[in-house]
């Protein structure tokens, strides 16, 4: 079952405006979240992370709030620029059945335009 | 900054062949994790290793085996490749089991 949901597969934005992705999970267990970049033909890139005692973490342009209550984290882009265009995949790691591992969500196509 | 060395990047293979996946950590990282992506798939974990002994198991097939090196890079092969396991194989590393993981570039595996 998919314990991390990114319901937008996909979302334009244009460039200079604000870039809101969204993800869901359902288990209560995850201690980090973290949000990945990726490029066709390459591996994920680390963006930026929560813990889950904390509700929100700002690195320059990207901002990870989180709702525990509501099991639900964004990640905000602002302002977004054309090379922000990629696919962002939420992930998280709960010390379950998974141990250390990450649990991904299905990603999110961003496209920025000009 | 050195990164995750993952070895073939591209891979063809036959049904019923095997394959071997070769991933070199980042210097000094002593965790490994191995992740499957199928095609519009998330990546899904298959097996992990820390100090060279497993240390977390996912999805991964009985078909396939993995283990951890002195020099903790890792191997993961695969036996009697099926059409399904055509795939992006990552390799992730970190330093003691941390939640940060930096990925490989992977291997592209197809499975003909």
């Known amino acids: 079952d998919q314990q991390v949901k990114q319901n937008s597969p996909s979302l334009s934005v244009q460039e200079g405006r604000i870039s809101i992705l969204n993800c869901d999970y359902t288990n209560s267990m995850f201690d980090y979240f973290l949000w990945y970049k990726k490029y066709p033909a390459e591996g994920p890139t680390f963006l930026i992370s929560?813990?889950?005692?904390?509700d929100k973490n700002e690195d320059g342009r990207f901002t990870v709030f989180l709702n525990k209550s509501a099991k639900h984290l964004s990640l905000h882009i602002v302002p977004s620029q054309p090379g922000d265009s990629a696919v962002y995949f939420c992930?998280?790691?709960?010390?379950?059945?998974?141990?250390?591992?990450?649990?991904f969500g299905k990603g999110t196509s961003l496209l920025v335009t000009p | 900054a050195a990164g995750v060395i993952q070895s073939p990047r591209h891979l063809i293979k036959e049904k019923r062949e095997t394959a071997t996946l070769k991933c070199y950590p980042i210097?000094?990282?002593?965790?490994v994790y191995w992740y499957q992506q199928g095609p519009g798939q998330d990546p899904q974990f298959l097996i992990s290793f820390y100090e060279k002994m497993q240390s977390d198991k996912g999805s991964i097939p009985d078909r396939f085996s993995a283990q951890q090196f002195s020099d903790y890079h890792s191997e993961l092969n695969m036996s009697s490749l099926e059409l399904g396991d055509s795939a992006l194989y990552f390799c992730?590393?970190?330093?003691?089991?941390?939640?940060?993981?930096?990925f490989g570039p992977g291997t592209r595996l197809t499975v003909t």
């Open positions: 992730a590393s970190n330093y003691g089991r941390g939640y940060e993981q930096y």
């Open positions: 992930a998280a790691r709960g010390l379950g059945n998974s141990g250390y591992a990450l649990n």
């Open positions: 210097p000094r990282h002593d965790t």
């Open positions: 929560i813990s889950s005692i904390k």
